[in-house]
């Protein structure tokens, strides 16, 4: 019984994936393949680039100059906006100073910052790593201070009743209580980096996943385009994989639910 | 010296817990009026004693208890414990809520624990300790479990171990069987009895069901709906072990609800 649910749950995505594909060859076969390049040729173009010299830069590289922007980016984010999140939500006065100017922050997209950032830091690293900075940073204090805001009152009481002061009931019971949301914007943070990071390699890079698209369309190649997209895709669910697995180790009474 | 005559003069012997005419009133959010929660409350629980709060659904006792926890400070009068006066939470009082307030992070030994750990009791310490409560309330095995995979019956035994494990003079507790079904609310006021009867502490234990009051009560104090006012008291001299279709406890109980009007 329970083998054939691990089965099942390997079955069921390889199927939807596969009748995907299946329909995307279908649809390729009745238009050009300047409108809609097949599978087959967007993974033998894939292959090709596997070898190929892409703007100076191999595909791994490309892959890799991506990566670490979005980490650079994304531990920053997480450095300082988890514990601004979290003391914003826990303190009345400072959310009271932050909230304001948050909120009018907030609604800003990322990509709106591309050309402040550029005018600041230049067309270099310094600005890309910006742009995904604030899409993540954004997510992090968001999600860390309505999960604190959220904690049940009542676990601070017992905590209270217990005798623990301020920093035993933030550290000891705030904190660890709202892991889960903590959790859930780590993970946001890091697929927003990752949309990001696209966004802003779009705009005058010379490496980066988002190159290789903006090559694809220069190089009037469909299946460049389709390769780069299907990369963000697959190193995207990798990335948050990842986080998932990382949850389940940090969060073990989590686990036990499911 | 004066104050410290008065201090001696205000420690009644035996009294443990006192409530000297304590009203609380809250603003209520949006509008320009005051809610009366608590009037003019005066109550004495004596050492060791199994001190019952019974009333309705709203009738201050829930903040009749925060107040003497420490958590809520009472608009007028004073809560004194030991005839000092309380100013705030203390390890000295151990409190299981309703609604249980387990730490889902932690295990039942971790959080039986917790008041230990608060005040800096090395780890195995606190862990033997703690294993020791959970014995007492009945979830050997299940140290290493967390809370989620617990049922109600068993979390509250937690609570209780857990309030018991910080070795407090006293134990609040603030309907902790109210969630439960029927049977295990029977079982657990039995077992609850049971432990106390091994461990004595002075029990201040609120509730809005009579025959749990009798069952559990050394002494019965009643109070009515908003404001909250302390109605009346019963002695409960129904030696132990007490029994729920026993002729005195029908008695009883019959004259505690025509009394005080209160429908099961």
Redesign the interface.
């Known amino acids: 019984m329970i083998l054939s649910k691990r089965g099942a749950s390997l079955i069921a995505p390889a199927a939807s994936i596969g009748v995907f594909i299946l329909l995307w060859g279908i649809i390729s076969l009745n238009v050009s393949a300047e409108f809609l390049p097949s599978p087959l040729a967007v993974v033998k173009e894939a292959l090709r680039l596997l070898h190929a010299n892409i703007g100076g830069t191999s595909l791994w590289g490309h892959i890799g100059w991506s990566l670490r922007r979005v980490l650079i980016a994304f531990f920053l984010a997480i450095l300082l906006g988890l514990p601004l999140g979290l003391y914003m939500g826990w303190n009345r006065v400072c959310e009271k100073i932050v909230s304001p100017i948050f909120e009018v922050l907030r609604p800003i997209p990322p990509i709106a910052w591309i050309p402040i950032a550029i005018l600041w830091l230049g067309v270099a690293e310094g600005s890309k790593i910006f742009i995904c900075f604030v899409g993540a940073f954004v997510i992090m204090i968001l999600n860390a201070y309505t999960g604190m805001r959220y904690v049940d009152p009542l676990l601070i009481d017992a905590a209270k009743s217990f005798g623990a002061n301020r920093t035993q009931q933030f550290f000891n019971v705030a904190v660890p209580a709202c892991m889960p949301s903590i959790f859930a914007g780590v993970q946001n943070a890091l697929s927003m980096a990752w949309m990001c990071v696209l966004a802003a390699e779009m705009v005058g890079a010379r490496q980066g996943v988002g190159f290789i698209i903006i090559q694809g369309m220069d190089l009037n190649k469909p299946a460049m385009i389709l390769v780069g997209m299907v990369l963000i895709g697959i190193i995207g669910s990798l990335l948050a994989a990842t986080l998932r697995q990382a949850e389940k180790l940090l969060c073990p009474w989590r686990r036990e639910l499911v | 010296m004066l104050q410290d005559n008065q201090n001696q003069d205000a420690r009644t012997p035996g009294i443990k817990i006192e409530c000297d005419n304590i009203s609380k009133a809250f603003h209520v959010p949006g509008q320009d009026r005051l809610l009366h929660v608590l009037d003019r409350v005066s109550l004495q629980v004596y050492e060791n004693e199994f001190l019952v709060i019974l009333g309705p659904g709203q009738s201050g006792k829930t903040v009749l208890l925060?107040c003497i926890?420490?958590?809520i400070e009472p608009s007028a009068g004073e809560t004194r414990i030991n005839g000092r006066p309380i100013t705030g939470?203390?390890?000295d009082?151990?409190?299981v809520?309703q609604?249980y307030?387990l730490?889902?992070?932690?295990t039942v030994e971790h959080n039986v624990a917790?008041?230990l750990?608060?005040?800096g009791v090395p780890l195995k310490e606190r862990l033997a300790k703690a294993r020791h409560y959970i014995k007492m309330v009945g979830l050997e095995g299940f140290e290493r479990a967390?809370?989620?995979?617990l049922s109600g019956g068993m979390k509250q035994r937690v609570s209780i171990a857990r309030a018991y494990a910080?070795d407090p003079d006293i134990l609040?507790m603030d309907e902790p069987f109210g969630a439960l079904d029927a049977q295990t609310r029977y079982a657990m006021e039995q077992e609850l009895r049971t432990i106390w009867e091994k461990e004595r502490r002075t029990v201040l234990f609120v509730t809005n069901n009579i025959e749990e009051a009798i069952y559990l009560g050394d002494r019965v104090v009643v109070m009515s709906a908003l404001p909250g006012r302390v109605k009346t008291e019963y002695a409960i001299d129904i030696p132990a072990p007490r029994n729920y279709t026993d002729p005195a406890f029908l008695a009883l109980r019959k004259k505690v609800s025509d009394d005080t009007e209160l429908v099961l």
């Open positions: 925060n926890a420490g958590l939470p203390g390890p009082r151990g409190m809520f609604r307030a730490f889902p992070w932690k917790f008041g750990a608060v005040r967390y809370p989620a995979q910080n609040l």
